[in-house]
């Protein structure tokens, strides 16, 4: 089958969005991607989001809207329902609040059949609300495309910081994403999409592209930022790291540097001294965390940036 017949599932999820909706269908609308299909979710707006996205529904491109009566306030129950409904080989979870290049599906699923990835993902330019670029430093290994093996990559990358940190800068293979649990990610109302990306790349391999073909919305009306104020991402954060721990055999010194990030991120000024005590708590169990797991977790920046 050639590449262009493969369908593509758009999944856009949406809460209280309304001001960035126009902005984000169109850039999805813009694909140069010939074949896909939109899925539209709402998870009970309050602020006009529906009224916008029933004009959207018009267009032939989008299957279906589903809209709920009630705000599930789980965003990954929602990522659960837009899985259901597509049936095309690739799937992009296209947040509402972000906005693509007109090339970021054709390249990702370009990376993907190329590289035989389960899953490709490119660089993200942060903005704000108003779409202002945030001025964000790149670690030199970032600077190029590369692919590696999952489990590579989950150990790199995704037990400190997550570094897809976006699901609209991601494509993968429907087929895959099957076999991830999505009732386990969805326990995770914080940190579950690093638990539904580390589950998708142990199934293969993942390419990286650096185009920045994603922009990142930061705003206040994020669910992420009332998480790290209170530390639950850090909080979920450990019960990932305990669930993956024994079945990926982590050794002394992974342990240690991801303990050393996670030291880090609680002394981010975004949390609060309650978030600190929250995350303190849980993390604290861990003989490897402490001020000397952070030389560790520096040791390993050190490294990766070589």
């Not at 389960?118 to 030199?140: K, N, V, Y």
């Not at 982590?250 to 609060?272: D, Q």
């Amino acid at each position: 089958m050639a590449r262009e017949t493969k369908k593509i599932s758009v999944i856009m999820p949406n809460y209280n969005h309304a001001l960035f909706l126009k902005e984000r269908m169109e850039s999805i609308l813009a694909q140069d991607y010939p074949n896909m299909e939109i899925i539209l979710l709402d998870d009970g707006s309050t602020d006009g989001s529906v009224e916008q996205l029933q004009t959207y529904a018009k267009n032939p491109k989008v299957k279906t809207l589903v809209v709920s009566d009630r705000n599930s306030g789980n965003t990954f129950v929602q990522w659960a329902k837009g899985l259901e409904l597509a049936t095309g080989e690739y799937v992009w979870i296209a947040e509402s609040d972000d906005v693509a290049a007109p090339t970021l599906v054709s390249t990702l699923v370009d990376a993907m059949e190329q590289k035989h990835a389960t899953m490709a993902f490119c660089h993200s330019q942060w903005i704000d609300s108003e779409g202002a670029p945030i001025a964000r430093t790149r670690d030199p290994q970032w600077e190029e495309d590369f692919s590696m093996v999952g489990d590579t990559f989950v150990r790199r990358y995704l037990l400190g910081y997550c570094t897809v940190c976006n699901a609209s800068a991601v494509v993968f293979r429907r087929e895959a994403a099957r076999t991830v649990d999505m009732e386990q990610v969805a326990q995770y109302t914080a940190s579950g999409d690093r638990l539904f990306w580390i589950q998708l790349a142990m199934q293969g391999r993942v390419a990286y592209v650096a185009q920045s073909l994603n922009k990142f919305r930061q705003h206040t009306n994020k669910v992420s930022g009332g998480a790290e104020y209170m530390g639950l991402n850090i909080v979920q954060d450990h019960e990932i790291y305990r669930l993956v721990r024994e079945p990926m055999a982590l050794s002394e010194i992974e342990k240690r540097w991801i303990c050393g990030y996670h030291w880090k991120a609680m002394h981010r000024p975004t949390v609060s001294e309650q978030g600190r005590r929250n995350a303190l708590k849980v993390w604290g169990e861990e003989p490897e965390f402490g001020r000397l797991s952070f030389l560790f977790y520096l040791l390993h920046r050190a490294k990766e940036r070589c």
